[in-house]
């Protein structure tokens, strides 16, 4: 507490890089242009929806990469920097093909790991296998189920714990609501609400996927969130 | 033909003079009618006045780099006869959001000239443009004979605009919608296109995301029967794909819907035959979310394949190698760094006739990722591909040697694009700046147009710019340089610079002041994230009155600096358009 109070008397007086009249950031890092943060995320518009992906280029913010370069151009962490690498916003967001999820540096080196499940859905006459790593989020995969399952629409599949995430993410905003709901049997064989767990998780854990009616799938959203909580 | 023209008039044979003398303007138009180089037509119009007069008037295509460099007014005042327009807008460096929003080049005030002048107008390119639904409206009701619209880098209509070219344009020879930043908001605007309309002969769409009607689809690429070129998006399917392509055996270029779907093998079958029937495509792209399985329908097409774009695939290097083998004459290669070296490795060994490459990062902004493509990649097809001249290339790492390898067999590069995506990183392994590679870039490379240059950099790299790149046209400079004699260098070295663009350089006033009398042989110059200040900024634009000097200004920065500056010659004299947040000065 007593070095925090320290602190705050010394940040004025701190050296720092930069144009005059730059306003002090908290972050302490000397920067030439203002509100960087805040440029980077209008800016570079990322438009992926995943929010985690949106809290890890913050944290980045906090700890850049010390560099051993010469100055006087400070060369910035490359999220911190508008319009860099230069690339065309238009080509980023066409992008869909990164994995996001965590921990998935091996599986990048090994190349394809396919992750094949069956899907299916009540009603239909056949099953269909699909392969979750070609996708890399909820909207993806929904995109390829109902073009799959062509003759149904997949519903919306948030019950109304589940819309949070399901509104902040939007990734409904294209589906139909009807009665059908697409829910995933884990790893620990109990069957869960897709949608509930970052992409990456859910690749991971998921065993096969069916397509349940609406009616059975209410009595799912309890347990879901029941188990999501004793996850966290 | 204009060589001999101009030797007649230069003949001292008296006899001759007469002859040129009472050489009937008629004649002369048509003479110069059958030039088509830019450059040709405003060297024809300098030498004389009657020169001038007919080359005016003979005239039917105008290209203008910069929107702001002449006016409407001005352009239909000179040219009566003009056909074909293509415009170019906004500072290139707005493809990647340093440019404010509403900073200008809307095209209507352009339109509504043309709508006076020249009502038989046909073919609009447009670049970098702000383009609205009612501009388009406009231009799809106030030109009978329009044929041809390109959209490239755009932003400002929608699906919407797109209805009303569809719908009016009775004589629409192609309809070409790239990389713009649209609204859109439905797929219906393909469903206007009248059931009486066949003259397509280009369409694509390949960067919308709407669904459109695929019997719609279907019933326009069977009535078209010209139809050369076509670039669907990702929503159409394999198996539309296939029903598409069975109605038009003729096509030259295509760009493929989504690649994923489950084919069970009947209809596999089918899309490979109907591949293999379409004897003349030279071009390929699309292949949205590829999945390595059904990529042999294509080999057979791939055999006659100039031109494969992957660039929104990620294909990894297995499966790439495996689709390359099938492409000996591939010219023209655009992919992902999913590839990785072995896959470029497997480029160089296939394509040997290739000249044109360009690497894309899949993901560039991730600085967790560790793959994509490093100087191995690049040295392996510069060994197998000696005829490369354009390249582009996104990597993490580089180093001197290995540029100087690369130019050594490859010493015809005309663009040299390279971005090491890390700013100011330095040779890997030696730890040096990569000063060595651009020098060795210049001076192997006489004909070297454009340079890109990236990675660490001090003033050696544009000391040996500024002295051997003779040919320079456009130069690209970021995170780079030690002081104001790099740019120095450059403006008093490079005697055929037209574009510089420049962004977070220790350049300040001193650079930018000794450039004055260049400025107007150039089209522009971008500095942004320099030390360039407003003052400087005034200076230049007291003295050089032909010079439109404009300011960004970014919220709350201090108010001597010039955080964006951008310079451009023009006879239009300073904009009327510009937002608040543009000075000019």
Redesign the interface.
């Known amino acids: 507490m007593e070095a925090l109070g320290l602190n705050m008397g010394f940040e004025e007086t701190e050296l720092r890089l930069g144009l005059p009249g730059n306003r002090v950031r908290s972050e302490g890092e000397g920067s030439r242009k203002r509100g960087f943060s805040e440029t980077v995320d209008l800016k570079l518009n990322l438009s992926s929806k995943d929010t985690s992906e949106k809290v890890k280029s913050f944290q980045k913010e906090k700890h850049p990469l010390p560099r051993a370069t010469d100055p006087p151009a400070k060369p910035p962490a490359k999220t911190q920097v508008v319009g860099w690498p230069p690339v065309r916003s238009f080509r980023k967001n066409m992008l869909g093909v990164v994995q996001k999820s965590s921990g998935e540096e091996s599986d990048m080196a090994g190349g394809n790991n396919a992750a094949f499940v069956k899907v299916s859905m009540d009603g239909a006459p056949y099953l269909r296998k699909v392969d979750l790593r070609m996708y890399n989020t909820y909207k993806d995969l929904y995109d390829a189920l109902g073009k799959m399952f062509s003759s149904f629409t997949i519903g919306n599949c948030g019950s109304q714990g589940m819309k949070d995430f399901m509104n902040e993410s939007k990734l409904m905003d294209l589906l139909n609501g009807s009665d059908y709901v697409p829910t995933y049997e884990d790893k620990d064989g109990d069957w869960m609400l897709v949608g509930d767990v970052p992409w990456g998780m859910f690749v991971e854990s998921c065993k096969r996927l069916r397509i349940v009616k609406g009616t059975e799938a209410i009595g799912l959203a309890p347990r879901a969130m029941e188990k999501c909580k004793n996850r966290r | 033909m204009e060589s001999e023209s101009k030797r007649k008039k230069e003949s001292p044979n008296t006899a001759e003079l007469a002859v040129t003398a009472s050489f009937p303007d008629e004649v002369l138009e048509i003479v110069l009618s059958l030039l088509t180089s830019h450059r040709d037509r405003s060297s024809v119009s300098l030498v004389c006045k009657d020169w001038y007069r007919a080359e005016r008037w003979s005239r039917t295509q105008v290209f203008i780099g910069n929107c702001y460099s002449v006016s409407p007014e001005i352009l239909t005042r000179r040219f009566p006869n003009i056909r074909s327009v293509t415009l170019k807008g906004k500072p290139r ?1 707005s ?4 440019v404010p929003p509403n900073w200008g080049a809307d095209i209507h005030a352009w339109l509504v000239a043309f709508a006076a002048k020249y009502p038989f107008l046909e073919e609009l390119r447009l670049k970098r443009m702000a383009v609205s639904d009612e501009s388009l409206e406009f231009l799809a009701s106030n030109f009978p004979n329009f044929k041809l619209l390109s959209l490239l ?1 755009c932003d400002g209509f929608s699906t919407d605009g797109l209805a009303a070219i569809a719908t009016h344009c009775k004589n629409l020879t192609e309809l070409d919608i790239q ?3 649209i609204e859109d908001s439905s797929g219906s605007w393909l469903s206007c296109f009248p059931e009486s309309f066949t003259s397509l002969e280009v369409l694509n769409f390949a ?1 919308l995301t709407s669904e459109v009607n695929t019997d719609a689809l279907e019933r326009l690429v069977s009535r078209c029967k010209s139809l050369k070129v076509l670039k669907v998006n990702k929503s159409i ?1 394999l198996e539309q794909l296939q029903r598409l392509l069975v109605r038009a055996p003729q096509l030259e270029e295509l760009g493929t819907g989504s690649f ?3 084919l069970t093998a009947r209809p596999y079958a089918d899309l490979e035959s109907a591949f293999n029937n379409c004897k003349n495509i030279h071009t390929l792209s699309g292949l949205w ?1 590829a ?2 399985l059904y990529l042999p329908a294509l080999y057979n097409s791939c055999a006659n394949l100039t031109f494969l774009n992957l ?4 294909l ?1 290097s ?1 499966e790439f190698a495996k689709l390359v083998v099938h492409c000996p004459r591939l010219r023209r290669l655009w992919v ?1 760094d ?1 590839v990785e070296d072995k896959g470029l490795e497997a480029v160089g060994s296939n394509c040997p006739l290739l000249e044109e490459l360009r690497v ?12 994509g493509v490093t100087e191995e990649g690049f040295v392996a097809v510069s060994f197998g591909c000696r005829r490369l001249h354009y390249v582009l290339y ?1 990597c993490r790492q580089m180093t001197n040697a290995a540029v100087a390898t690369i130019v050594q067999n490859c010493p015809n590069f005309t663009h040299f694009r390279l ?1 090491i ?6 040779d890997y392994l030696t730890n040096e700046p990569m000063d060595e590679a651009f020098g060795a870039v210049v001076k192997t490379c006489s004909k070297l147009q454009r340079l890109s240059v990236s990675g ?1 950099l001090t003033d050696l790299t544009f000391e040996y710019i500024g002295k051997y790149a003779k040919n320079l046209e456009t130069l ?1 400079v ?5 002081s104001d004699r790099g740019m120095q260098c450059v403006l008093e070295g490079c005697p055929k610079l037209r574009k510089l663009e420049i ?4 350049f300040g006033n001193e650079a930018l002041l000794s450039g004055l009398e260049k400025y107007e042989s150039m089209r522009s110059l971008w500095m942004s ?1 320099c030390n360039v200040t407003m003052n400087a900024c005034r200076r230049l634009a007291k003295q050089m009155p032909r010079l439109n000097v404009e300011v960004m200004k ?5 108010d001597s ?1 010039a ?1 964006k500056v951008y310079i451009y010659r023009t006879v239009a004299g300073p904009r009327r358009d510009a937002p608040p947040s543009v000075l000019t000065l």
């Not at chain 2, 493809?95 to 340093?98: A, H, T, V």
């Not at chain 2, 899949?362 to 990722?369: G, L």
């Open positions: 460096f493809d990647f959001n340093l880098s990389e713009n930043g960067n399917s994923l779907q489950d979310e999945v390595p660039s929104y695939t990620a990894q297995g992902l999913t894309f990062p899949a993901d560039p902004f991730d600085e967790e990722i560790i793959h996104f971005c995506m890390t700013p100011g990183l330095p660490l690209s970021a995170f780079a340089g030690r962004r977070d350089c220790p994230a970014e919220d709350g920065s201090d600096q955080d």
